[in-house]
């Protein structure tokens, strides 16, 4: 049985990877060989897509999406944990009714957000700014990092704290010496779902963003022109645009596994 779990394991691996590969593959294809129906697998490798993306000045949209999501993320580690610290380990009265709070401000639908959110950013001159987009992006992420983070506080030892608490250590000493580190799974799978979430946005920066504050998903809707989809330079800057969340990815691998299956097993 242990072997038919193994195998349906790795089928859905290469299914959801599949995409991923087909993308990368079309990027090194010429247009004419992209554009084939069906595609060809033979097609002669080029890196001509790769070289005109860069030549269209792509920096200014990256870095403008790596300073609103790290930004955001730092933001929303710095508000969640305390936050989770007072839902989970020092709970406060209704703390039930709190977490329903936070979680009842993602039912809304975006798209009714967009207008009052629009009309603020442009009455208060926030338009094309990538300081309001990384607090929006805060506010977006908040609610789920605050439950996230309060079921992987849950699981720190009380014993630890009350050492902590007899050594007089303050709030701030116990969440950065004593909780953090403990916590360091969690924190870790939390920051990259955040930074994840931010770097793909698209809806708000493509309505709150113009020429200057403009992110990389906005970028790449602009490799979609009235002459027609270019399927090839497409794949080549969408691959280039997820990089960051892929060595991201990688490099906590361990740390999100680890926070992610937290508390799964007592």
């Known amino acids: 049985m242990s072997r038919v779990w193994g195998v349906l394991a790795w089928f859905s691996g290469l299914l959801f990877f599949a995409p991923v590969a087909w993308m990368v593959l079309t990027s090194l294809h010429s247009e004419p060989d992209a554009a084939t129906n069906p595609p060809s697998l033979t097609a002669p490798i080029t890196f001509d897509s790769y070289g005109e993306f860069f030549d269209s000045n792509p920096w200014p949209p990256l870095i403008n999406s790596?300073?609103?999501?790290?930004?955001?993320?730092?933001l929303v580690l710095l508000l969640a944990v305390p936050a989770?610290?007072?839902l989970s380990i020092k709970k406060v009265d209704k703390w039930?009714?709190?977490?329903?709070?936070?979680?009842?401000?993602?039912?809304?639908?975006?798209?009714?957000?967009?207008?009052?959110?629009?009309?603020?950013?442009?009455?208060?001159?926030?338009?094309?700014?990538?300081?309001?987009?990384?607090?929006?992006?805060?506010?977006?992420?908040?609610?789920?990092a605050v439950w996230l983070m309060r079921s992987f506080l849950a699981e720190v030892p009380k014993e630890i704290l009350e050492a902590a608490a007899l050594d007089g250590a303050g709030l701030v000493t116990?969440?950065?010496?004593?909780?953090?580190?403990?916590?360091?799974?969690?924190?870790?799978?939390?920051?990259?779902?955040?930074?994840?979430?931010?770097?793909?946005?698209?809806?708000f920066a493509r309505v709150l963003t113009g020429v200057v504050a403009g992110t990389?998903?906005?970028?790449?809707?602009?490799?979609?022109?009235?002459?027609?989809?270019?399927?090839?330079?497409?794949?080549?800057?969408a691959t280039v645009v997820s990089l960051p969340v892929l060595i991201a990815g990688f490099a906590a691998q361990d740390k999100l596994v680890q926070g992610l299956s937290l508390g799964a097993v007592k």
């Not at 798209?111 to 950013?121: D, R």
């Open 66 to 74: 790596l300073s609103a999501s790290v930004g955001s993320t730092v």
């Open 96 to 144: 039930s009714d709190v977490l329903f709070f936070f979680l009842s401000t993602k039912m809304l639908p975006v798209v009714a957000g967009l207008l009052p959110i629009y009309l603020v950013a442009q009455y208060s001159g926030l338009l094309d700014n990538i300081s309001f987009l990384a607090v929006l992006y805060t506010s977006m992420n908040l609610p789920i």
């Open 174 to 203: 116990t969440l950065r010496r004593v909780v953090a580190p403990v916590a360091m799974p969690g924190i870790a799978a939390t920051s990259l779902i955040c930074f994840i979430f931010s770097w793909n946005e698209l809806l």
């Open 216 to 237: 990389a998903p906005v970028y790449l809707t602009g490799f979609v022109t009235s002459q027609g989809l270019f399927l090839a330079k497409v794949c080549a800057a």
């Open 84 to 86: 989770a610290y007072a």
